[in-house]
């Protein structure tokens, strides 16, 4: 008999825990696991994607709302004539003011929580794939023999409500996160759960990789200007401000470049005034959200990722198995990914910096090629990884 797995997510947005969940589900073996996944959000860049083995629930109307724009979602609710769903919106419209986190951790949590949908069947597995709500749904509203809960970043740089995760820890049988540096800030803020952390890194497929960096001309209209491309949503965390501030610096020395990015978030019209504001709608060009950023990123003539922190990167990992060259700011968890000097080049968190090992790469070809080739002789592809994860779902 199959065991009864489910995985929860709000959504497949564009975010490197999506891609990575929608890598398992593409690699999950059928023949030995049913499984069901909740998305609270039928919507993202990877949700088209997901295999048609799996059975996805959610997606609500209610919730969408709820979660959206606050008068559209009261004047929606007071349609339906769901009075207190409208009340319980005004309510949650005012948590951002309350100043105390685990405080505002909890409304929040508790609103949401009553417009998601109630799950009756019982599983062999269930895993919450991201950090927060979806983990607090699998211990909090699943019935499953086992409970897993991930935790994709540095949870120091998370700003978690303690409070809220020893609880979604105490619950859970295994926490599972993607890096060894990850697993030391969980035995650093947890130490008393130490027996449930374990590593399951996110899984790179290069063959697959290669092929899909091929499928298309990613930039037809190059000249012979160096090509630089950046995947990371406009968010604090990705820290794409500083890939703006490079850009100019680097165009002010005098250099011939493109910088691509690739993804979008809610500092989408910050990032464009900053771009304008040093006139560079020429040289730091937004490409938008793509589901498949691989053609872009394997056809660039250097990869740069300004991340404040990361868990372990997947754009990262997609660049080194496309063997580009790599510069990527000195974030903690970095140091599992890179070997500076060696299969990438590691540069301090400011412009100045960041743009002195550009020029090194943009004038020295011959360094670019050593990079890539000590890539080409490094293992990337790890998709046994999957095999962690069946023995913690339990076989």
């Known amino acids: 008999m199959k065991k009864q797995i489910l995985f929860v997510i709000?959504?497949?947005?564009?975010?490197?825990a999506e891609k990575s969940l929608l890598t398992v589900l593409t690699l999950f073996d059928y023949e030995k696991y049913d499984v069901?996944?909740?998305?609270?959000r039928h919507d993202g860049l990877?949700?088209?994607k997901i295999p048609d083995q799996v059975n996805v629930l959610g997606g609500s109307a209610d919730y969408e709302?709820?979660?959206?724009?606050?008068?559209?979602a009261v004047k929606y609710f007071l349609k339906k004539g769901k009075l207190f769903s409208a009340i319980d919106r005004l309510k949650y419209s005012k948590i951002s003011e309350v100043t105390d986190s685990h405080i505002r951790e909890e409304m929040q949590w508790k609103y949401l929580k009553k417009q998601l949908p109630k799950i009756e069947k019982s599983y062999d597995c269930a895993i919450g794939y991201l950090e927060g709500n979806a983990n607090r749904f699998v211990t909090e509203?699943?019935?499953?023999?086992?409970k897993l809960c991930y935790i994709h970043n540095d949870i120091e740089k998370l700003g978690f409500d303690k409070i809220s995760y020893e609880k979604t820890f105490q619950a859970a049988d295994k926490i599972i996160t993607v890096s060894e540096e990850c697993k030391n800030s969980l035995l650093k803020n947890f130490p008393e759960h130490k027996t449930k952390f374990e590593i399951v890194e996110n899984i790179t497929g290069q063959k697959i990789l290669i092929e899909e960096s091929k499928k298309i001309n990613a930039y037809p209209d190059?000249?012979?200007e160096i090509i630089i491309c950046t995947v990371g949503r406009f968010s604090p965390q990705k820290n794409i401000s500083l890939a703006v501030d490079c850009c100019d610096e680097l165009v002010k020395r005098g250099r011939n470049i493109k910088w691509y990015h690739i993804g979008t978030g809610e500092l989408k019209a910050q990032i464009e005034k900053q771009i304008e504001s040093c006139g560079l709608e020429k040289n730091f060009i937004l490409l938008g959200a793509k589901s498949e950023p691989y053609p872009y990123i394997g056809q660039c003539d250097i990869y740069v990722q300004p991340s404040l922190f990361e868990g372990k990167s997947i754009a990262i990992d997609e660049a080194k198995a496309l063997l580009r060259p790599i510069v990527v700011t000195d974030f903690p968890t970095i140091f599992d990914q890179i070997?500076?000097?060696?299969?990438?080049?590691?540069?301090?968190m400011d412009k100045d910096d960041m743009a002195d090992k550009l020029d090194l790469l943009i004038d020295d070809k011959n360094e670019r090629t050593k990079l890539s080739n000590n890539l080409a002789g490094e293992k990337v592809s790890n998709e046994e990884e999957i095999f962690k994860l069946y023995g913690l779902i339990g076989e």
């Not at 069901?36 to 609270?40: P, R, V």
């Not at 709302?65 to 559209?72: I, K, L, Q």
């Not at 509203?141 to 086992?146: S, T």
């Open 141 to 146: 509203k699943v019935n499953a023999k086992r």
């Open 10 to 16: 709000p959504s497949m947005r564009g975010g490197g």
């Open 222 to 224: 190059r000249g012979n």
């Open 339 to 348: 070997n500076d000097g060696v299969d990438g080049i590691i540069c301090h």
């Open 65 to 72: 709302m709820f979660d959206g724009n606050a008068v559209s």
């Open 46 to 48: 990877f949700f088209e």
């Open 36 to 40: 069901d996944l909740l998305c609270f």
